[in-house]
């Protein structure tokens, strides 16, 4: 009989039961203690539910531990939701909570027992890990400030939130090929990172004074890494059609044969750009609309620090940066109370897993500021905290070699303690397998897990990647150096590439860092 494949026997598991309906079985599982279907757990990912590393956990600890993905709408939590959060990741949790490049919260150390409590408690206060993964359209990212941003492009809220009610709980689109991307633009500094998105719409405003939205396919970072593609634009109220006619190509005619080939950038790939643009317009009933091509802010420039002035009266907002998402429930408690002291309304995540205040009165914007500041929450950033990325990494992803949480907070301080007057904008990523979860091939300097050699013994380490950057079809990935080094190694040695930087008298460093790999 012949072997199944991998993705055979997920294409399968699909068919055999939907993901949205696994949830009956996790109340069971945590009610009778049963043994876990191997299957199932497959199928967990539908309510954001992945198996741990086990690397951490003691030998004679037997329990399977999970990490849980809560999914939130716009990035956003409010102050009841952040106590709330809070105290699920200090009791079933281990403290543990992480902020995400989709704009989600992840939690570790979740055991099945605890599930339906925890479902529970999030569903009390408006919050839900359904399609927070699996083959289905994830959490739809957005600017974390549009809809109060003075010099936002467009307010595209209400397009984010109907497509959020058109893909959740929507069977028609809960068994894609693979997992599905999209994102929402009204931001003027496009800080959503649209070319490395399934699907995006951003918003433009054109030489005649009116605004569109720029409609790009295709991108995607891990097997997939490619730029996406502007292929025209669309009115505000079209995006819903065309958000639901690109899931169904994608549906009907993505690889479901092989994994590693079904993502929509590979459909595209297959087909060409312009037999994919024929068959959306054939199912649209409309073409889209052609113009100049769009131009978009460098990636160096996207980011929402500092305070600003909200276009509700009275209210400012306040972007700051932390350490590549990692944030603790007890922190995340603390942020409830400070929040709910100064009046402020809720945070939202960012794309880059960092957070903006939102709703904050006009006279407490300092002390509010100082209050995160006391947290470690900094609204006036160094350039190494303010863009530094890191994946879930060794200690719970089972797919890295290499701890990452830990080492980007170590290369910051580094960083911040040798170059305390560096100002240009630098952008680091630091990954624990080839995956690319935390955006190794765009950023300036980006560290993917890899195996190296140390006194002849093999051990977790990195190889460097430089020169990534995203500005349109000015976008590139960066290049593999060859360089590679040890979690020990590597703050001294990204140092070192400061130094030569700096004797070396280059433009900037991303122009010395071309003349590294070409």
Known sequence: MKKETKAARVERIKQEKDGLDVLKDIEHYAQSHAPIDPEDIDRFKWYGLYTQNRSLQ???DTIEYFMLRVKLEKGELTSKQLKTVGSISRRYARNTADFTTRQDLQF???????????????????????LA??????NIICCPVNGIDADQTADVTDIVTQL????????????????FKIAVCGCNKHCISHEIQDLSFTAHTLSDGSTLLSVTVGGGLGSNRRIAEHIGYVHAHQALNVAKAVTELFRDHGNRSNRSKARLGHLIEAWGIATFVTELENKLGFRLLQ????????????????????????????GCALNSGNIGGEALTKLSKILHVNSADAIRVTPTQNFVVIGVPDERTLTLASDLEDMGFSAFPSVFKART???????????????????????????????????????????????????PYVVDIGLLGCIVKENNQRVSGFELIFYGHLEGDKSHFGIKSGIKVTPQSAPYVIADLIREYQRHGSYTFKHFLQKKVS
Do not use: M
């Open 58 to 60: 003691d030998d004679d």
């Open 108 to 130: 570790h150390w979740i055991q099945v027992r605890n599930l339906p409590a925890i479902f529970a408690q999030l569903h009390a206060v408006g919050l839900s890990t359904q």
């Open 133 to 138: 993964a699996g083959d289905c359209v994830r």
């Open 164 to 179: 959020n009610r058109e893909f959740q709980n929507n069977r028609t689109f809960s068994n894609l090929p693979r997992k």
């Open 291 to 318: 113009h100049d091509a769009p131009q978009f802010t460098p990636y160096a420039q996207r980011s929402h620090f500092g305070i600003h002035p909200s276009t509700v009266a009275k209210e400012s907002f306040i």
């Open 389 to 439: 990325l890191a994946c879930t990494g060794l200690n719970f992803c089972k797919f890295a070699v290499s701890e990452t949480k830990v080492l980007a907070q170590r290369i910051v301080d580094h960083l911040q303690k040798e170059f305390p007057q560096f100002s240009e904008p630098l952008s680091i990523s630091v990954n624990g397998c080839p995956n690319a979860c935390a955006h």
